[in-house]
């Protein structure tokens, strides 16, 4: 069995991709997913709404650092999975204090599951650039959350 933090990564992956894709505000597709899998264990549903709401409330943020590091690419030129791998990623290393290397691998992991046969090595690349910056990254975050926490920015749609 999937650990509860891998399932969780999943599924804030396809929900990600929905929202990117198709358009969906992050609360709808949150409640959808919820009344769909009403058994989903706490921990696993807990971590997939901070996973979904932390990337969709830095995304701005996450895809400027993303960008510096992936010049080759314009980042809506990335695939969406990839795109929301790295955020997730991204935002799993700072904001969510996951140990980088930890991370980088779930990232990898995923990618191999659900992305192109180049994306495992793309995303490790473009990470592992980041990975120096962690400090640096999440302080810049941290001011975005907190900004948001107090109300001067509402959640992008």
């Known amino acids: 069995m999937k650990g509860e933090r891998r399932l969780a990564r999943e599924m804030a992956l396809q929900a990600l991709y929905e929202i990117d894709a ?12 919820f009344e ?12 997939y709404q901070q996973l979904v709401t ?23 030129q ?18 969510g204090r ?3 290397k930890v991370a980088i691998n779930e990232a990898v992991e995923i ?3 659900f ?10 690349g473009v990470l ?5 910056l962690r400090r640096e990254i999440t302080s810049a975050l941290e001011a975005v959350v907190g900004r948001i926490t107090q109300g001067e920015e509402s959640e992008p749609e």
């Open 111 to 113: 990618a191999k599951s």
């Open 98 to 100: 996951i140990p980088t």
């Open 78 to 95: 990335v695939a969406i999975v990839d795109r929301n791998v790295l955020r997730i990623a991204l935002y799993e290393f700072t904001i």
């Open 22 to 33: 198709v358009g969906h505000s992050a609360g709808w597709v949150l409640q959808n997913c």
């Open 54 to 76: 932390g990337v969709v409330s830095c995304s701005t943020q996450l895809d400027a650092y993303i960008q510096q590091y992936a010049q080759e690419w314009p980042l809506d």
């Open 36 to 47: 769909r899998e009403p058994d989903l264990p706490a921990p696993v549903s807990s971590y």
């Open 115 to 124: 992305g192109s046969d180049s994306a495992p090595r793309f995303v490790n």
């Open 128 to 132: 592992g650039a980041l990975a120096p």
